[in-house]
């Protein structure tokens, strides 16, 4: 399906959608309070809207289980004005993410053995992009979207087939795809994200200054980056999930008709049907082959 039509505010007009990551098992292990990091993203958000008047935002939770929107400034700021209040960013989004985490740690109580206590970021990302088509048919002009992905959790091979289809749809969408990442080890997923969508992928090195790498490198317009030297990553991990097991491979078999990727030969591909033949398996490096996804 064809993207949008384009029509755009000034170059220095932005919507930023924002995916917060507030897994539990996370945050409970990591060097920075989830109250920290609450404080650092409020006062970038608080900085994103009074850059530009126009500029809007738009907040996602990204929980273990569920995601949600928890704040739009579009929608929460106007109602505000309406009540006769001056606006009330914070006491708004806190609420809803308040509301978003008890129902979160409801869905989390049973909690599968041996399962990746990985954010869901799949679904984060999808309703990012849906909000952002909407916007683009929602009226006359529209600021230029991007998305930031906050994350500290680690990847979840499970989900590798679902974000690669959003990395695909951002990328033909032309949304870039901004990564934080906060966690011990880098995110395959969050750099390839980046990689392909023409975002910014970062990886602190210290957390208590989380603010300042927020407004240095990710507060900056799309124009802005034209002329700005922002840090660029030394490597990206392009390793990709087999389609069988779940797990993160550097060698595989790829199937020529679908390109389901598999960490063992079969006989027969799980995905499309088709029947392997020894001309019909491809053995292939995965770190190495660039990839596409094919048409739905």
């Not at 799949?122 to 929602?138: D, N």
């Not at 999930?241 to 063992?264: A, E, Q």
């Amino acid at each position: 399906m064809a993207s949008a039509p384009s029509k755009l505010y000034a170059d220095d007009v932005s919507l930023v959608v924002v995916l917060v990551d507030t897994n539990p098992f996370f945050w409970s292990a990591s060097s920075l309070s989830f109250s920290q990091f609450l404080s650092h993203v409020l006062a970038f958000l608080n900085a994103i809207l009074t850059l530009n008047q126009l500029n809007q935002v738009v907040v996602i939770a990204t929980g273990y289980n569920s995601c949600n929107y928890i704040f739009d400034s579009s929608s929460d700021l106007n109602q505000s004005f309406e009540n006769g209040r001056m606006p009330v960013m914070c006491s708004s989004l806190l609420q809803k993410l308040e509301e978003f985490l008890i129902k979160d740690e409801q869905l989390s109580k049973e909690v599968p053995e041996g399962r990746i206590k990985s954010s869901l970021l799949s679904g984060s990302l999808s309703m990012a992009l849906c909000y952002i088509q909407r916007v683009f048919r929602s009226g006359a002009l529209h600021p230029h979207p991007r998305i930031l992905c906050l994350q500290g959790s680690p990847d979840g091979p499970e989900q590798y087939v679902a974000i690669m289809n959003a990395i695909f749809s951002a990328q033909r969408s032309m949304v870039p795809i901004d990564s934080c990442y906060m966690g011990a080890q880098n995110s395959a997923f969050l750099q390839q994200a980046s990689y392909i969508t023409g975002g910014v992928h970062h990886k602190p090195q210290h957390l208590d200054g989380l603010f300042q790498y927020l407004m240095t490198i990710f507060a900056t317009d799309l124009h802005s980056r034209s002329f700005l030297h922002l840090p660029k990553p030394v490597g990206v991990d392009f390793r990709a999930s087999c389609f069988c097991h779940k797990n993160t491979i550097d060698m595989g078999y790829i199937c020529s008709v679908c390109l389901s990727i598999f960490c063992k030969h079969h006989k027969k591909c799980s995905t499309c049907g088709s029947v392997f033949g020894q001309a019909q398996s491809e053995a292939a490096s995965t770190s190495d082959k660039k990839r596409k996804t094919p048409e739905t």
